[in-house]
């Protein structure tokens, strides 16, 4: 069963950092992309940035450019998303995703909620 599992979210003042974690399990990703979402309230969910699982390849959202860096550790079959600068538009539930495609995301995680104050 694959699971995706993230983690690193929370409650946080405009201008501080986070890394939010996302430990995925159940299959083999080798070949796949792992992305980062997310969502804010009364909006849609939007893609942030995605990794190929070598880590060859990054690709971020315009919107995020420049205070996002996705990047990952096969060892641990972890994938990061460190933010910094974090605006109270930062605010929303982050969701991990897994697919062989960026625009197919099959295996998707619960989310964790970052919360950013002004």
């Known amino acids: 069963q694959v699971q995706l599992v993230e983690s690193g979210g929370g409650l946080v003042q405009a201008g501080a950092s986070l890394r939010l974690s996302c430990v995925a399990s159940g299959r083999t990703f080798s070949s796949y992309f792992m992305g980062w979402f997310r969502q804010a309230p009364g909006k849609e969910r939007e893609f942030v940035a995605a990794i190929s699982w070598g880590g060859d390849n990054t690709y971020y959202a315009d919107s995020v450019k420049g205070r996002f860096t996705i990047s990952g550790d096969n060892a641990k079959n972890t994938v990061y998303l460190q933010i910094v600068s974090l605006k109270p538009e930062d605010t929303a539930v982050y969701y991990c995703?897994?697919?062989?495609?960026?625009?197919?995301?099959?295996?998707w995680g619960k989310g964790t909620l970052v919360t950013v104050s002004s």
């Open positions: 995703a897994a697919g062989p495609l960026l625009r197919q995301m099959d295996y």
